[in-house]
């Protein structure tokens, strides 16, 4: 397994004036942004991180000025208005579904940079004048950069959009989940998904049942291993290409079945996938009847992993040091969940 490394910031905030443009726009300066920070912008997109905007000003000309600029569409979940900014980034962390401990806030004011991190002791708080080094932090740098890492905004664009038709949706919310016309197909990992199988255990903390991160050579091992079942799971629905949003790891024995790994990306969180994934492998266990075992490494990020583990019907069996080892009696296997089709 790789050595630790530097919990990666998935979303970075700025602030705007004399942040990401040079001059102060509420008092009538010509802002310009620099090419260097034009630059970092770009960059950070193409790695596949978020970016987003907590800023005092008028939202309506910010907005206007991002555009003619030629930058508003890198910004997802904008909070530009004259509120405070701690309230900004827990207002950013509940929409994106990201803990504050993926944000990266940057600011020219110390005070407020001290005013968010007092607040949000987890936050990351950079100032504007180290901008220029922003992409050498290794919080920031993706050990690779993925299809499905450049799409990550696009991806979150289409999920917003969806949480706009949900919010105006009149009715339970299941009938609008069968809306979506949601499809996961699972299928075995190839050489082809290991860079983004690789990426996933990196990135993906909240709905991760280990926490353990490999490398993409060494998740080549399991693809090729007889003993293991390495398993990629893509989504689309009616709003396009989800892509490949969640990883499972079974090792396998002609009498038992042990999920090693299990997570789903937390752009998906309000899908409800984990428990369908979860009713998938009670039915390969059950066909090749092998009994099936499940290892959770608790912790305060994951918690809802361990919910749907007993939701499912997992039952605590031991623990091997921090390692919770928990089993399915197969006895009753649930039905997929009514608004995903399921393919694999």
Request: proline share 3%; net charge negative.
């Amino acid at each position: 397994m790789t050595s630790a490394a530097p919990l990666p910031a998935k979303c970075v905030v700025w602030d705007l004036d004399e942040t990401l443009w040079r001059g102060v726009l509420a008092e009538g300066d010509e802002v310009t942004v620099s090419d260097a920070v034009r630059a970092v912008v770009i960059a950070l997109d193409e790695r596949g991180i978020l970016q987003s905007i907590a800023s005092r000003n008028d939202r309506a000309v910010a907005e206007e000025r991002l555009a003619a600029l030629g930058l508003l569409e890198y910004f997802l979940a904008t909070k530009i208005g004259w509120g405070e900014k701690t309230a900004s980034l827990e207002a950013l962390s509940h929409e994106l579904d990201l803990p504050l401990d993926a944000l990266l806030f940057i600011d020219d004011d110390a005070f407020e940079r001290d005013a968010v991190t007092f607040a949000h002791p987890a936050v990351r708080a950079v100032a504007a004048e180290d901008i220029g080094t922003l992409l050498d932090r290794p919080d920031l740098k993706a050990l690779q950069v993925t299809d499905d890492g450049r799409s990550r905004r696009a991806m979150y664009q289409r999920r917003a959009l969806g949480q706009r038709e949900e919010e105006a949706f009149a009715g339970p919310r299941i009938d609008y989940l069968r809306t979506l016309g949601m499809v996961l197909s699972i299928a075995p990992a190839t050489e082809i998904d290991l860079d983004r199988a690789a990426e996933l255990t990196q990135r993906t903390h909240q709905l991760n049942t280990t926490g353990r991160a490999y490398s993409a050579v060494e998740l080549a091992v399991f693809v090729r291993s007889p003993e293991h079942r390495l398993l990629i799971c893509r989504l689309t629905d009616r709003h396009g290409d989800h892509g490949r949003i969640g990883l499972v790891l079974v090792e396998t024995t002609s009498e038992r079945w042990t999920i090693k790994l299990l997570l789903m990306s937390c752009r998906v969180l309000s899908r409800n996938l984990g428990s369908t994934l979860i009713a998938y492998l009670l039915r390969g266990a059950n066909a090749a009847r092998a009994r099936l075992f499940a290892e959770m490494v608790p912790t305060d990020r994951n918690r809802r992993m361990m919910i749907t583990y007993r939701f499912a019907g997992f039952r605590r069996v031991r623990e091997e040091g921090e390692c919770v080892v928990l089993e399915h009696d197969l006895q009753a296997i649930p039905e997929y969940a009514s608004h995903v089709d399921v393919r694999g």
